[in-house]
C-alpha cells in the first residue's frame, strides 16, 4: 500500500506540472536581457531613454543591459544564453545559424554602410588585389569579414592569399594606425574615426555588400515568451522612429556613449546609417541570401549547406510590429 501511494503522488505530481497555474509559474519573467552596441544606434537610444524599463515596469520585469563589441560576441551571449535579444548584421546571423545557434531573426535596426576595407593614408595599397600577401586586421564572424572574403573572392583572393590578424573591431583600429597590419576591415564608429582623426582611406567600398542590422532572439525565449518579444519589437519601433525624428538627440545620446567627436559621429549616422526599415522582407533575405552563396563560394561553408533552408530557418517575420 505505502509503495502504491508513493506512486501515486510521482503522478500526481507530474500531472501537476501540466496545469495552467504550473505553467504559469514556469512561465514566470523576471528579466529581459538585451543588448546594446555602437553599431547599432537604435540601441543606444532605447537605453538611454529608458524606454524597455517603462514597458515593463507594470510586469516586475527588469531590464538587463550588455554591450556587443561586434556581431561575433553578441552571437556567442545568445548561444550561452547569457542575453536573450541581440544585434548583428544578418550574415553573421545566417552564419551562426548554419553553425548551430538557436536564433531567430525578426527585425531591422538599420541599413548601414558600416564596413568596408581600410588601411593608412600613406600605404601604396589601392585594391583588394593588393591585399596579396599583406596582414590583414578582421573580426571572425561578422560583417566585415565576411565583406573582406567576398571581396578577396571578387579579385580572385582567398583568406588563403593573406595573412589574416583575428582582433576585435576597435583593436583591428589600433593595430592599422600603429602599423602592426597592413588593411583592416573596419566597422564604424572605429572607421569613421580612424577617418577622421588618422586619416586613413577606404580603400574598397561596396554598399550592397554590408548587410542590413539585425535583431535576434534566442529561440527557445521566443517560443516561451512570444508577447514578451512582440512588446520588446513595438519599443524598438518606438526609438528606431524617435530616432530617426530627432537626429540632434540621436547624435547626443551617441557622444555621451562613445565620447567622440562630432565630424565623426556624422560621418558613421549621417552619412552610412538609414534607419528607415523595420520588417525583414524581400531586400533584407536577398542580401543576406547573397552573402551566404558568396561564402560559399569561396569555400568558407560547406558545399553541401542549403544556404535558402537555413536562411528561412533563421528568419520569422511573424512576430507583430504596430502599424503606426
Known amino acids: 500500500m505505502q509503495k502504491f501511494s508513493r506512486r501515486a ?28 552596441a555602437t553599431y547599432n544606434p537604435v540601441s543606444m537610444v532605447l537605453k538611454q531613454k529608458g524606454l524597455l524599463e517603462k514597458e515593463f515596469a507594470k510586469d516586475g520585469i527588469s531590464i538587463v543591459w550588455v554591450q556587443s563589441a561586434g556581431s561575433n560576441k553578441a552571437l556567442e ?22 553553425n548551430g545557434n538557436p536564433i531567430k531573426s525578426i527585425y531591422v535596426y538599420s541599413r548601414p554602410e558600416w564596413t568596408a576595407l581600410v588601411t593608412t593614408k600613406d600605404s601604396k595599397i589601392a585594391s583588394v588585389a593588393d591585399l596579396k600577401g599583406k596582414r590583414v586586421a578582421v573580426t571572425r564572424g561578422t560583417d566585415p569579414h565576411i565583406f573582406l572574403v567576398r571581396a578577396l573572392l571578387g579579385a580572385g583572393l582567398t583568406e588563403k592569399d593573406i595573412t589574416p590578424v583575428l582582433l576585435q573591431h576597435a583593436d583591428g583600429k589600433t593595430a592599422l594606425i600603429r602599423g602592426d597590419v597592413d588593411a583592416w576591415a573596419g566597422l564604424d564608429p572605429m572607421m569613421a574615426q580612424a577617418e577622421v582623426e588618422d586619416g586613413a582611406k577606404l580603400f ?20 516561451a515568451h512570444p508577447d514578451i518579444v512582440r512588446r520588446v519589437l513595438a519599443t524598438y519601433e518606438e526609438a528606431r522612429k524617435y530616432s530617426l525624428a530627432n537626429y540632434d538627440e540621436l547624435k547626443k545620446t551617441f557622444i555621451a556613449v562613445t565620447k567622440l567627436p562630432d565630424a565623426v559621429v556624422d560621418k558613421q549616422l549621417k552619412e552610412r546609417t538609414e534607419l528607415t526599415h523595420s520588417r525583414i522582407g524581400t531586400p533584407q533575405r536577398e542580401s543576406i541570401l547573397a552573402a551566404g552563396l558568396a561564402l560559399q563560394q569561396a569555400g568558407v561553408m560547406d558545399a553541401k549547406t542549403d544556404v535558402k533552408a537555413a536562411l528561412d530557418s533563421l528568419i520569422d517575420d511573424q512576430v507583430p510590429l504596430p502599424t503606426n
Not at 503522488?9 to 495552467?20: C, E, G, I, K
Not at 550592397?208 to 542590422?213: F, H, L, R
Request: proline fraction near 1%; avoid cysteine; hydrophobic fraction near 55%.
Open 204 to 223: 574598397y567600398r561596396k554598399a550592397d555588400a554590408n548587410t542590413w542590422g539585425i535583431l535576434n532572439v534566442r529561440e527557445a525565449f521566443l517560443k
Open 9 to 36: 503522488f510521482a503522478t500526481l505530481l507530474a500531472v501537476s506540472t501540466l496545469l495552467p497555474g504550473a505553467a504559469l509559474a514556469a512561465d514566470a519573467l523576471k528579466e529581459i536581457r538585451i543588448d546594446w
Open 77 to 98: 551571449f545568445l548561444n550561452a544564453g547569457s542575453i536573450d535579444l541581440g544585434s548583428t548584421a544578418g550574415s553573421a546571423a545566417l552564419v551562426a545559424r548554419i
